[in-house]
């Protein structure tokens, strides 16, 4: 062998061992760096709540709205209706001097040993704080456990608008779980939503008693394919007796209007069926409406606070929705304040 060829052989060997070294070297540095990494945090299950506390750096308005505190509610609660699936057709406005309450509807469920759930529902409470306020001492003194918010909770969705939000749910005590309306998003997005308005994501779902609730979000005008490819994929884990949607735009106005969802209507229906869905609740229409479409008991509930929608609506009044699960029976009622 030549001394050249046994120079390059003893030149391949070093480089050999170089890279190998090199690898190994990079072996221990990856192990020490993954050592020092904290252990990702077990995930805490949606949806958790705490009571609304204004922020330190939230400007108060002046004046400041009144303290919540246990104001009863105007509305005389109507007794429950025979658990027989009916709907409520629609009636004129009630007069001053007439119960301010409008029961709803009632539907068979499995029997269950278990003590009643009542919550609360209610929607476009935009630009009138004083409403709202209102709506939110009724619901805090009539037993309502939580409250669900159907959407539209500020006017343009503005930095501003959010913190004024703020100062109306300070010292709003229940659980709060809203939904996104087409007014909540600036230019489309939810950033300052999910920034403020105390929803875990633009969609989520939880159980409560033998209810499953899936929220869900149409805020850009409707329910798009991937939107309902999430509801499908949710409603069909729960083992739930009890299936309620909630969002903000109806697949279809029981007065006959036409200011719904502008696309998707067909096939969120079609989805509801399919799923054994027993009750949707949306807001968007100022007023109250109630039907059922293919055993799915449909409810509109818009009068948070919201100029209310007088025209083509015979309901159109300032309420919030109050519901009660007892053993084999729910039952809506329709609350004045």
């Not at 409470?125 to 500020?154: C, H, K």
């Not at 159109?316 to 304040?337: D, G, K, N, S």
Request: hydrophobic share 45%.
């Amino acid at each position: 062998m030549s001394k050249r060829k046994s120079q390059k052989q003893n030149w391949s060997q070093v480089i050999t061992l170089a890279m190998g070294l090199i690898v190994a070297l990079s072996m221990v540095v990856s192990l020490i760096i993954g050592s020092c990494e904290p252990a990702m945090p077990t995930p805490t299950p949606w949806p958790t709540s705490t009571p609304f506390i204004l922020p330190t750096d939230v400007p108060t308005p002046s004046p400041s709205p009144a303290p919540l505190g246990p104001v009863l509610p105007t509305a005389t609660v109507a007794p429950a209706i025979t658990p027989t699936l009916t709907s409520v057709p629609a009636a004129a406005a009630p007069a001053a001097d007439t119960p301010t309450s409008v029961a709803s509807v009632a539907h068979d469920m499995p029997a269950a040993a278990e003590s009643a759930l009542v919550f609360a529902v209610c929607g476009d409470s935009r630009d009138n704080p004083s409403q709202y306020r209102t709506l939110l001492q009724a619901v805090m003194a009539d037993g309502s456990q939580f409250l669900i918010n159907t959407g539209d909770l500020v006017n343009q969705g503005t930095e501003a608008e959010w913190q004024a939000f703020l100062v109306q749910m300070a010292g709003f005590t229940l659980p709060f779980y809203p939904a996104p309306g087409n007014h909540d998003g600036l230019g489309g997005k939810l950033d300052a939503y999910l920034k403020y308005s105390g929803a875990p994501a633009a969609h989520y779902s939880f159980d409560q008693g033998l209810v499953h609730f899936a929220v869900a979000d149409s805020h850009g005008g409707g329910v798009t394919a991937s939107e309902l490819a999430w509801l499908r994929d949710d409603l069909s884990a729960t083992t739930q007796p009890v299936k309620m949607v909630f969002l903000h735009h109806p697949p279809f106005d029981p007065d006959g209007t036409d200011h719904i969802m502008a696309f998707g209507n067909e096939p969120l229906m079609a989805l509801m069926v399919e799923q054994g869905v027993d009750y949707v609740f949306a807001g968007h229409i100022h007023a109250f409406a109630q039907a059922e479409r293919d055993g799915v008991v449909y409810t509109i509930t818009g009068g948070g606070g919201a100029a209310l929608y007088s025209t083509g609506h015979a309901q159109a009044f300032y309420h919030y929705l109050r519901v009660t699960v007892r053993a084999e029976q729910v039952t809506i009622e329709a609350i004045r304040v």
